[in-house]
């Protein structure tokens, strides 16, 4: 275990870039930050290339420590810090102890199989598409009810906000490390997923819009959620199968991005559920 206690130190640096988003796709590289979300890497089988560790939270958490070396530090390499290092490293004023640097995961393998009908035909619990869904805290809570309803598959398209950022990541409390999701332009999916025998509805207020309860659902249905100034195209409305609402008060503003997508996986999740 190495001592570093200098913010100008190449693995510092390194690290605090791994914050923005171009150099965690230079380097295919992330942050995990935090007791919680470094827990639950660990239960998923994540394993960390390096760990920054305070003296302070090591003396406190001995045993956490240990355990999280022995799952996911066996070839990590280990360094022991102080606060201010882990505020440059993490963005966050108070961070709670430990940060990791984990490798991301390739996920272009389920990419080319949703569209070849091996993965296509095996999901189960539907698909949400999300279509330039770029606030992060929106991004995580999708992902992290995914998760809780058992939702198949979420698929962003490229402008929506990173999966690896730390926000992100902290909003999915863990959810994004088991939740299955892949990148790929709205239309495309649409396109592929309709191909592919798939019900793809616009999360939409359109001219034929139908009530999201009167609509029959399996585990072949798909719909697509907006951007949340904009919504959705009407190129993408048209891509798809129909269009449905959420039902609100008259003269109430639009719902949430996040909100919205959580209504709709819980009625898939009733579906499926059945």
Not at 201 to 228: Q, Y
Request: proline share 3%; glycine share 8%.
């Amino acid at each position: 275990m190495e001592l570093i206690t200098s913010k100008s130190n190449p693995r510092v640096m390194h690290a605090s870039k791994l914050l923005k988003k171009k150099y965690r796709e230079e380097y295919g590289e992330y942050l995990v930050v935090g007791r919680k979300l470094t827990a639950e890497a660990a239960i998923c089988g994540i394993y960390a290339k390096t760990i920054f560790v305070t003296k302070n939270f090591l003396d406190k958490n001995e045993e956490f420590c240990r355990d999280i070396f022995e799952k996911i530090g066996q070839s990590a390499e280990i360094i022991l810090t102080d606060d201010e290092i882990l505020k440059k490293i993490s963005g966050d004023e108070s961070p709670d102890g430990i940060v990791c640097i984990m490798g991301c995961i390739d996920k272009s393998e389920k990419i080319d199989k949703i569209y070849n009908n091996t993965l296509c035909d095996g999901i189960r619990g539907g698909v949400i598409i999300l279509d330039s869904v770029r606030d992060p805290g929106n991004m995580g809570t999708v992902i992290r009810t995914a998760y809780a309803f058992g939702t198949g598959l979420i698929i962003a398209s490229p402008d929506c906000a990173d999966i690896y950022s730390p926000k992100v990541q902290r909003g999915a409390m863990g959810a994004a490390f088991s939740q299955s999701l892949i990148t790929k332009p709205t239309a495309d999916a649409v396109k592929e997923l309709r191909k592919n025998g798939f019900t793809v509805f616009a999360t939409a207020l359109h001219h034929n819009s139908r009530d999201i309860r009167d609509v029959e659902m399996n585990e072949k249905t798909a719909f697509v959620i907006g951007n949340e100034g904009n919504g959705l195209s009407e190129e993408i409305i048209d891509l798809c199968t129909g269009s449905v609402i959420i039902p609100i008060q008259e003269h109430s503003e639009s719902l949430n991005a996040a909100v919205a997508a959580s209504i709709v996986m819980w009625e898939m999740a009733k579906t499926n559920n059945r």
